[in-house]
């Protein structure tokens, strides 16, 4: 008799079977760091060009950048 309790199954004999194993479970575990990888790597591309990005705070600097314009 198997029946199904969340992630795993029960047999007869009281073993625990996990559903996921082997090269799935693998396979989920790279595309979870990947992702976790890669958004780490655009919080950090977006900290450093935020600061090049924002207007400059120097009211000289402003006023030569807008008469360039």
Known sequence: M???QGTQIQTQDD???PLVTGRARSI???VVLLAMF???LDNTIINVA???MSPSRDPV???TAKAKV
């Open 2 to 4: 198997a029946t199904d």
């Open 38 to 40: 890669m958004d780490l």
């Open 61 to 63: 600097i402003s006023a």
């Open 28 to 30: 989920a575990l790279v």
């Open 15 to 17: 073993d625990f079977v």
């Open 50 to 52: 935020l600061p090049s």
